[in-house]
């Protein structure tokens, strides 16, 4: 049974930092495809930042920002985010690609505000 779950959103002042965790089981992360992707009300689940055969893809806004990555066990996938702005401020979901199906966490809200 494929399980995931986003950990770390929360609170920050614009120019800040979160790390978001996302704890994920019955999928191999080894070779699986992952993801993070945010949505904010009214709009389009986004793209935020993708992982699949060691490449990473981000969206442009978050290019130089946020950080894909997973832990050296292969349980957890991770999302750096650095010098955050008050438009990063989402719903943001970790996703991972299993047999052709997505599977998705329940999403973690990350708020810049000052």
């Known amino acids: 049974q494929v399980y995931l779950k986003e950990s770390g959103g929360g609170l920050v002042q614009p120019g800040g930092s979160l790390r978001l965790s996302c704890a994920v089981s019955?999928?191999?992360?080894?070779?699986?495809?992952v993801g993070w992707y945010r949505q904010v009300p009214g709009k389009e689940r986004e793209m935020v930042a993708s992982?699949?055969?060691?490449?990473?893809e981000y969206v442009d806004s978050v290019k130089g920002r946020f950080t894909i990555s997973i832990n050296n066990v292969y349980t957890t996938v991770f999302l750096q985010m650095n010098s955050l702005k008050s438009e990063d401020t989402a719903v943001y979901y970790c996703?991972?690609?299993?047999?052709?199906?997505?599977?998705w966490g329940q999403g973690t809200q990350v708020t810049v505000s000052s």
């Open positions: 992982l699949a055969g060691g490449a990473t």
């Open positions: 019955g999928v191999n992360l080894k070779i699986a495809s």
């Open positions: 996703t991972a690609l299993r047999q052709g199906r997505n599977y």
